[in-house]
């Protein structure tokens, strides 16, 4: 599958500690072979194909587009920031 980054993310990306910046990172590629890993987790509301992935404390929130074969990581953020 494809990655794909809303706008938003990289910003996110850059502000997260040293600490969680590698996880993330490696969860993220990882979406890349396994979209639907596990410990995975589909949102409820907004009516579309949201996911969200837990990485220690901070959250990975994505959309997956099976027929485009693509996801997209729509935020990053700690997990009391996340759902905001």
Same mark, same amino acid.
């Given at each position: 599958?494809?990655?794909?980054?809303?706008?938003?993310?990289? /910003?996110?990306?850059?502000?997260?500690?040293?600490?969680?910046?590698?996880?993330?990172?490696?969860?993220? *590629?990882?979406?890349?072979? &396994?979209?639907?890993?596990?410990?995975? /987790? /589909?949102?409820?509301?907004?009516?579309?194909?949201?996911? %969200? #992935? %837990?990485?220690?404390?901070?959250? *990975?929130?994505?959309?997956?587009?099976?027929?485009?074969?693509? #996801?997209?990581?729509?935020?990053?953020?700690? @997990? @009391? &920031?996340?759902? %905001?």
């Amino acid at each position: 599958m494809i990655i794909r980054f809303h706008p938003d993310v990289y /910003k996110q990306l850059q502000q997260l500690p040293r600490s969680v910046f590698p996880a993330v990172l490696n969860q993220i *590629i990882g979406l890349a072979q &396994d979209s639907r890993p596990h410990g995975c /987790k /589909k949102l409820v509301g907004g009516g579309g194909n949201d996911w %969200r #992935v %837990r990485v220690g404390e901070y959250r *990975i929130v994505y959309e997956i587009d099976d027929e485009g074969q693509s #996801v997209t990581v729509m935020r990053v953020a700690h @997990r @009391r &920031d996340v759902y %905001r």
